[in-house]
Protein backbone atom coordinates (compact mmCIF):
# COMPACT_ATOMS: atom_id res chain seq x y z
CA UNK A 1 0.00 0.00 0.00
CA UNK A 2 0.71 3.37 -0.40
CA UNK A 3 1.27 4.05 3.54
CA UNK A 4 4.05 0.74 3.42
CA UNK A 5 5.79 2.33 0.54
CA UNK A 6 6.00 6.02 2.30
CA UNK A 7 6.87 3.68 5.31
CA UNK A 8 10.25 2.55 3.39
CA UNK A 9 11.05 5.56 2.51
CA UNK A 10 10.84 7.65 4.97
CA UNK A 11 12.23 6.17 8.32
CA UNK A 12 10.03 5.83 11.94
CA UNK A 13 12.26 8.55 12.85
CA UNK A 14 11.19 11.06 10.02
CA UNK A 15 7.56 10.81 10.70
CA UNK A 16 7.86 11.34 14.49
CA UNK A 17 10.11 14.15 13.00
CA UNK A 18 7.41 15.13 10.89
CA UNK A 19 4.80 14.84 13.91
CA UNK A 20 6.80 16.97 15.96
CA UNK A 21 6.65 19.66 13.35
CA UNK A 22 3.21 19.91 12.66
CA UNK A 23 2.65 19.77 16.59
CA UNK A 24 4.70 22.65 16.90
CA UNK A 25 3.20 24.74 14.28
CA UNK A 26 -0.11 24.02 15.33
CA UNK A 27 0.62 25.18 18.54
CA UNK A 28 2.79 27.87 18.01
CA UNK A 29 0.28 29.60 15.91
CA UNK A 30 -2.74 29.53 18.26
CA UNK A 31 -0.08 31.07 20.76
CA UNK A 32 0.60 33.86 18.52
CA UNK A 33 -3.08 34.39 17.64
CA UNK A 34 -4.31 34.58 21.30
CA UNK A 35 -1.08 36.61 22.40
CA UNK A 36 -0.74 38.51 18.61
CA UNK A 37 -4.90 39.45 18.30
CA UNK A 38 -4.87 42.12 21.33
CA UNK A 39 -1.15 43.38 20.13
CA UNK A 40 -1.98 44.06 16.73
CA UNK A 41 -5.73 45.91 17.98
CA UNK A 42 -3.53 47.91 20.27
CA UNK A 43 -1.17 48.68 17.30
CA UNK A 44 -3.79 49.33 15.13
CA UNK A 45 -5.69 51.96 18.01
CA UNK A 46 -2.72 53.44 19.61
CA UNK A 47 -1.93 57.07 19.29
CA UNK A 48 1.46 56.51 21.92
CA UNK A 49 4.21 58.34 20.48
CA UNK A 50 6.75 55.31 20.64
CA UNK A 51 4.63 52.85 19.04
CA UNK A 52 7.21 52.52 16.66
CA UNK A 53 9.78 50.66 19.08
CA UNK A 54 7.09 47.72 19.64
CA UNK A 55 6.50 47.54 16.02
CA UNK A 56 10.38 47.47 15.63
CA UNK A 57 11.11 44.45 18.34
CA UNK A 58 7.97 42.79 16.66
CA UNK A 59 9.62 43.09 13.47
CA UNK A 60 13.07 42.31 14.28
CA UNK A 61 12.92 38.85 13.59
CA UNK A 62 12.49 39.76 9.98
CA UNK A 63 16.27 40.66 9.83
CA UNK A 64 17.96 39.39 13.06
CA UNK A 65 19.73 35.56 11.90
CA UNK A 66 17.57 33.33 12.99
CA UNK A 67 20.90 31.64 15.22
CA UNK A 68 21.42 34.89 16.49
CA UNK A 69 17.81 35.23 17.86
CA UNK A 70 18.19 31.53 19.60
CA UNK A 71 21.25 31.95 21.05
CA UNK A 72 19.67 34.92 23.00
CA UNK A 73 16.12 33.11 23.74
CA UNK A 74 18.91 29.96 25.02
CA UNK A 75 20.72 32.39 27.44
CA UNK A 76 16.99 33.54 28.66
CA UNK A 77 15.03 30.51 29.13
CA UNK A 78 18.36 28.21 30.60
CA UNK A 79 19.19 27.78 34.57
CA UNK A 80 20.85 30.68 34.64
CA UNK A 81 18.84 33.13 32.32
CA UNK A 82 16.35 35.54 33.25
CA UNK A 83 13.35 33.32 32.25
CA UNK A 84 14.75 29.76 32.89
CA UNK A 85 15.82 30.40 36.43
CA UNK A 86 12.68 31.83 37.43
CA UNK A 87 10.96 28.76 36.15
CA UNK A 88 13.61 27.29 38.24
CA UNK A 89 12.64 29.00 41.45
CA UNK A 90 9.51 28.44 40.96
CA UNK A 91 9.44 24.63 40.96
CA UNK A 92 8.95 24.44 36.94
CA UNK A 93 10.82 21.88 34.52
CA UNK A 94 13.61 23.51 32.58
CA UNK A 95 12.91 25.14 29.23
CA UNK A 96 15.92 24.71 27.28
CA UNK A 97 15.92 21.95 24.94
CA UNK A 98 12.13 20.65 25.77
CA UNK A 99 9.19 20.81 23.73
CA UNK A 100 8.17 23.78 25.23
CA UNK A 101 11.41 25.74 24.71
CA UNK A 102 11.05 25.52 20.69
CA UNK A 103 7.39 26.51 21.28
CA UNK A 104 8.70 29.90 23.21
CA UNK A 105 11.27 30.30 20.12
CA UNK A 106 8.65 29.79 17.65
CA UNK A 107 6.35 32.21 19.00
CA UNK A 108 9.43 34.82 19.24
CA UNK A 109 10.24 33.87 15.76
CA UNK A 110 7.13 33.95 13.90
CA UNK A 111 5.52 36.92 15.75
CA UNK A 112 5.70 39.32 12.88
CA UNK A 113 3.98 36.90 10.21
CA UNK A 114 1.16 36.91 12.56
CA UNK A 115 0.97 40.31 14.07
CA UNK A 116 1.77 42.71 10.78
CA UNK A 117 -1.21 40.51 8.74
CA UNK A 118 -3.65 41.07 12.10
CA UNK A 119 -2.10 45.15 12.38
CA UNK A 120 -2.72 46.06 8.71
CA UNK A 121 -6.38 44.01 9.01
CA UNK A 122 -7.93 45.86 11.78
CA UNK A 123 -6.60 49.20 10.56
CA UNK A 124 -8.59 48.77 7.54
CA UNK A 125 -11.10 48.64 9.00
CA UNK A 126 -11.48 52.31 9.90
CA UNK A 127 -13.20 54.05 12.87
CA UNK A 128 -16.54 54.13 10.73
CA UNK A 129 -18.13 51.00 11.49
CA UNK A 130 -17.08 50.81 15.23
CA UNK A 131 -18.71 54.74 16.43
CA UNK A 132 -21.95 53.28 14.50
CA UNK A 133 -21.70 50.47 16.71
CA UNK A 134 -21.11 52.64 19.69
CA UNK A 135 -23.90 54.44 18.91
CA UNK A 136 -25.97 51.53 19.15
CA UNK A 137 -24.60 51.26 22.56
CA UNK A 138 -22.52 48.17 21.67
CA UNK A 139 -19.62 47.70 24.43
CA UNK A 140 -16.09 48.07 23.34
CA UNK A 141 -15.74 44.10 23.85
CA UNK A 142 -18.57 43.69 21.59
CA UNK A 143 -17.56 46.42 18.98
CA UNK A 144 -14.26 44.04 18.65
CA UNK A 145 -15.57 40.48 18.67
CA UNK A 146 -18.49 41.38 16.26
CA UNK A 147 -16.99 44.35 13.95
CA UNK A 148 -13.58 43.84 14.19
CA UNK A 149 -13.10 40.33 14.40
CA UNK A 150 -15.69 39.27 11.32
CA UNK A 151 -14.30 42.24 9.19
CA UNK A 152 -10.79 41.33 9.86
CA UNK A 153 -11.19 37.84 8.68
CA UNK A 154 -8.96 37.49 5.65
CA UNK A 155 -6.49 39.22 8.10
CA UNK A 156 -6.95 36.26 10.24
CA UNK A 157 -6.75 33.50 7.54
CA UNK A 158 -3.12 35.61 6.68
CA UNK A 159 -1.58 35.52 10.05
CA UNK A 160 -3.01 31.58 10.89
CA UNK A 161 -1.12 30.10 7.18
CA UNK A 162 1.92 32.70 7.64
CA UNK A 163 2.70 31.71 10.80
CA UNK A 164 1.85 27.75 10.57
CA UNK A 165 3.91 28.08 7.77
CA UNK A 166 6.93 29.83 9.06
CA UNK A 167 7.23 27.25 11.73
CA UNK A 168 7.44 24.75 9.29
CA UNK A 169 10.99 26.12 8.03
CA UNK A 170 12.46 27.33 10.77
CA UNK A 171 15.85 25.79 11.65
CA UNK A 172 17.97 28.26 13.19
CA UNK A 173 16.06 29.10 16.04
CA UNK A 174 15.10 25.33 17.28
CA UNK A 175 18.36 23.81 16.67
CA UNK A 176 19.89 26.38 19.61
CA UNK A 177 17.14 25.76 21.72
CA UNK A 178 16.14 22.42 21.28
CA UNK A 179 19.19 20.59 19.68
CA UNK A 180 18.67 17.75 18.02
CA UNK A 181 16.60 15.02 20.06
CA UNK A 182 14.94 12.66 17.96
CA UNK A 183 10.91 11.97 19.08
CA UNK A 184 11.21 15.28 21.42
CA UNK A 185 12.80 18.10 19.92
CA UNK A 186 14.20 17.05 16.23
CA UNK A 187 12.17 18.94 13.61
CA UNK A 188 11.91 18.18 9.67
CA UNK A 189 14.34 21.11 8.58
CA UNK A 190 16.53 19.24 11.01
CA UNK A 191 15.71 16.13 10.06
CA UNK A 192 16.59 17.22 6.44
CA UNK A 193 20.20 18.35 7.24
CA UNK A 194 21.12 15.28 8.99
CA UNK A 195 20.05 13.02 5.67
CA UNK A 196 21.98 15.64 3.49
CA UNK A 197 25.21 15.29 6.04
CA UNK A 198 24.70 11.41 5.59
CA UNK A 199 24.29 11.59 1.59
CA UNK A 200 21.15 10.07 2.16
CA UNK A 201 19.37 12.30 -0.92
CA UNK A 202 16.47 10.24 -1.13
CA UNK A 203 15.14 10.28 1.64
CA UNK A 204 15.99 14.24 1.95
CA UNK A 205 14.08 14.78 -1.29
CA UNK A 206 11.21 13.27 0.46
CA UNK A 207 10.74 15.56 3.67
CA UNK A 208 11.54 18.31 1.37
CA UNK A 209 9.36 18.16 -0.90
CA UNK A 210 6.64 17.35 1.62
CA UNK A 211 7.22 20.76 3.10
CA UNK A 212 7.48 22.28 -0.15
CA UNK A 213 4.01 20.61 -1.22
CA UNK A 214 2.50 21.85 2.33
CA UNK A 215 3.92 25.14 2.13
CA UNK A 216 2.63 25.86 -1.51
CA UNK A 217 -0.72 24.67 -0.45
CA UNK A 218 -1.47 27.09 2.56
CA UNK A 219 -0.54 30.18 0.32
CA UNK A 220 -2.79 28.95 -2.25
CA UNK A 221 -5.51 28.96 0.45
CA UNK A 222 -4.15 32.48 1.64
CA UNK A 223 -5.13 33.80 -1.56
CA UNK A 224 -7.36 31.83 -2.49
CA UNK A 225 -9.63 33.17 0.47
CA UNK A 226 -8.43 36.75 0.03
CA UNK A 227 -9.59 37.11 -3.34
CA UNK A 228 -12.96 35.49 -2.48
CA UNK A 229 -13.25 38.04 0.01
CA UNK A 230 -12.13 40.89 -2.21
CA UNK A 231 -14.94 39.53 -4.84
CA UNK A 232 -17.77 39.35 -2.22
CA UNK A 233 -17.16 43.19 -1.23
CA UNK A 234 -19.62 45.71 -2.81
Do not use: C
Amino acid sequence: TLRVRVTMILTEQDLTALFVTLKLASVSTLVLLVVGTPLAWWLSKSQWRFKYLIEAIIALPLILPPTVLGFYLLVSIGPNGPIGGLVDALGGAPLAFTFTGLVIGSVFYSMPFVVQPLQNAFSSIGQRPLEVAATLRASPMDRFFTIAVPMAKPGFITASVLGFAHTLGEFGVVLMIGGNIPGSTQVVSIAIYDHVEALEYGQAHWLAGSLLALSFLMLIVVYGANRRYTVAQP
